[in-house]
């Protein structure tokens, strides 16, 4: 029996308030909220045996849910650590303060200072209202920790600089860039920037990269190749559990087509033992910008930076 851990990405719902550029919301057939049945059966799934965390993301905003209060309230005193990633939109004052203590970080998207960069790519959400709830949130956040996520698209990066500014000047200075634009399963046109270029614009601008906020661990990663029948580091590392409660094969199937199988009946242990014995699946890896990272000389990079980044945490 394997015994990794992983991280669960979990979606209250896969509806959202915005039509962002990097995100092809067309492939959602029926965007779906969340049930309280749903909710129920899948926190009695999550154990600490089997994931490190639980990150509330999926392909839609989880503020907008109708149920989002409640649902927080029920992450308050388990024992699987919750973040969750939010646009920042619907953040407003009584989410914030209510969150506070319940989630251990909330991760707000965010593209550009620039209101005309910002409407290209967070489009349909409106930039002062996320700035506004972002300087709040800095203000009144005593135990949740706020970060942000810069999104790595080539036409945000021109202004980067005046954004990082404008963060600063508010106190807030996680600011995170993933070092891969996700080519999310072939769905969306491969963008004209390399990873390369990425990592050296994070170390440019000392931003925290991404990619090591989902990795379990080393020995988890190599229990992780010896387990599994497809050795990506990237799908193994997080379990998606979708709006109607289903196990997915990979994060990056938007469609939410490649189910192993729901919360109501199988346990996230059981989800993961089904997934090992899968091999390729050509309609959603055969595109995949995922496909093979972390391998060789970059693996080894990503673990030197990953125990650097844990040593320093331990010794502050």
Known sequence: MSNYRLTANIEWTS?????????????????????????????????QRDLVRAIVAGFGEPTTHPLFMEFVEGTR???????????????????????????????????????????SVHTNLDQQRVMENLKFAQRELKQTHLSVSLTPMPECLDTLPETIEW???????????????????????????????????????????????FVPGAMDVVKQLRSNKFNCIPRNSSMFITSDGNYLY???????????GNVREMSVREAIERRELTGVRGELCDQCNMRGRYQGVELAQMAAKYMGSRLIAAVG
């Open 15 to 47: 509806k959202c308030n915005a039509k962002c550029a990097m995100c092809p919301r067309h492939v959602i057939d029926r965007p779906k909220l969340m049930t309280r049945e749903i909710y129920r059966a899948m926190m009695s799934r999550l154990e």
């Open 77 to 119: 005193d388990h024992p699987v650590h919750f973040d969750m990633v939010s646009n920042g939109e619907r953040l407003d004052a009584e989410k914030v303060r209510h969150l506070d203590g319940a989630l251990g970080m909330v991760m707000v998207s965010f593209s550009s200072i620039d209101p005309d960069v910002y409407k």
């Open 167 to 213: 963060f600063h000047q508010q106190g807030i200075t996680d600011l995170r860039m993933s070092p891969n634009f996700y080519n999310r399963a072939g769905s969306i046109e491969e963008q004209d920037i390399q990873t390369r270029t990425l990592r050296q614009i994070i170390e440019r601008y000392k931003l925290k990269a991404l990619d090591l906020d």
């Open 250 to 260: 990979c994060y990056n199937d938007m469609s939410h087509h490649h189910s192993l």
